[in-house]
Each structure stands twice: as structure tokens, then as C-alpha cells.
């Protein structure tokens, strides 16, 4: 069975610093890679998408890869309040995007005024 | 643009009732799936559809069935409903770049 592992937090950062959420994953063969936040009693919105190992920087967040290790991390740099909610790892096993999306458990990122 | 719609949002059944949730995405996506959500467990699939006139099980299929009536619809039946399928449900469509687009949800206590 395909799984993805994550912190379940809660993980708790003064403002300005920089979180970090990590993700693992069983499937080597695993193509693509997402990153979802979700509010409390809200759906789920797609923040960070990545294919290819190393680094992708979209404004104050990064996600890096590294298919060698399973491991997928999301850095959310100068953390606001407003990031608080709870962040959802997923992988694409196959890179079909007509097939199944795995996800984490989900780690509750808390942002400290 | 409306993008992916649940009804209903909140319904309460008592056990062995019927019901069934419906999806509607207007976003021309030829995926769509039905996840639910319970505390800790993250998002787990219960069925998906690649494209109209298919549908495939999840992770978690069993007390469901679903039906994808045409490109835009993707509907979700509990036959006998169970103090167990209490939980958040979201459908979801996927364009081909990989993102999913969720609904609100439906929120389902079954008694």
C-alpha cells in the first residue's frame, strides 16, 4: 500500500520565522508532488506543486525534493498568522493524473503573533 | 465560475438510510474523484473517475457506490448508511496538470 507520512503537529512558530513541514513517502516509482492548506471547515487549495528534485520557489514558500531519499519538505519563510491551518502532502504515484492522489495526515502549522 | 459544487452541505441520517451526495464541476476536467476526511487520517479516496463511463475504487470503497453521469456530474450513494461513514466528504475534479479542485464539502452524521 502507497503511503505518505507527515508530522501531524501541531507545529508552532513565532511570526517572521520560517516553517518547515516535512513529508515522506513509500512509492519510489512516484512522479509528482503536491502541497495543499486547508483551514478549518474549508476544502483543501493546491499552494506548491513539484516534479523535478531540488528546489521550487513560489514567493515566501519553497518545495524541495529529493526523490532519492522519499522525502518532500515545504519552507513557508517570514510566517504570518494568516498561514495557520493545516498542510496536506500528496503524491501522484504514476504521474497519471487520471489515477489516484495520496495524502498525508497532515501537519497544523500554528503562526504566533 | 462556480468550479466544483457539493450538495448538500450538512445532512444527518440515521443508520441503514439512504442517501446520495452529488458533484457537479463546470471546469471541462475529465477527472474527478470522492475523498472523505476523518480526524487525523488526512484525505482517503473512496472511488475516482478518469473520464466519463469509468469509475475505479479507492482506498476506501466499501459502503459506497458512485455513478459518473456524464462529464460534469460525479455522484456518491450510501446505501445503508453506518455510524462509520461519519465524515467530511470532498469531491474533487483534476485538469491535467495535476492539480485537484475541491468542492466545500458535505458534512455527513450518520447516527
Known amino acids: 500500500q502507497k503511503e505518505v507520512e507527515q508530522n501531524s503537529g501541531p507545529l508552532s512558530v513565532p511570526e517572521g520565522a520560517i516553517a518547515s513541514l516535512n513529508c515522506t513517502y513509500s512509492d519510489r516509482g512516484s512522479q509528482s508532488f503536491f502541497w495543499y492548506r486547508q483551514y478549518s471547515g474549508k476544502s483543501p487549495e493546491l499552494i506548491m506543486s513539484i516534479y523535478s528534485n531540488g528546489d521550487k520557489e513560489d514567493g515566501r514558500f519553497t518545495a524541495q525534493l529529493n526523490k532519492a531519499s522519499q522525502y518532500v519538505s515545504l519552507l513557508i519563510r517570514d510566517s504570518q498568522p494568516s498561514d495557520s491551518a493545516t498542510y496536506l502532502c500528496a503524491v501522484n504515484p504514476a504521474g497519471n493524473y487520471g489515477q489516484n492522489f495520496v495524502f498525508g495526515p497532515g501537519t497544523r502549522l500554528s503562526v504566533l503573533p | 465560475n462556480a468550479g466544483v459544487t457539493q450538495t448538500p452541505k450538512f445532512q444527518v441520517l440515521k443508520t441503514g438510510q439512504s442517501m446520495t451526495l452529488q458533484c457537479a464541476q463546470d471546469m471541462n476536467h475529465n477527472s474527478m474523484y470522492w475523498y472523505r476526511q476523518d480526524p487525523g487520517m488526512g484525505l482517503r479516496l473512496i472511488y475516482y473517475s478518469a473520464s466519463e463511463g469509468t469509475t475505479d475504487k479507492g482506498e476506501v470503497p466499501n459502503g459506497y457506490n458512485v455513478s459518473r453521469l456524464n462529464k460534469r456530474e460525479f455522484s456518491l450513494r450510501l446505501e445503508s448508511a453506518a455510524p462509520s461513514q461519519t465524515s467530511v466528504y470532498f469531491c474533487?475534479?483534476?485538469?491535467?496538470?495535476?492539480?485537484?479542485?475541491f468542492g466545500e464539502g458535505s458534512r455527513l452524521t450518520v447516527l
Open positions: 474533487a475534479s483534476n485538469r491535467n496538470t495535476g492539480e485537484l479542485f
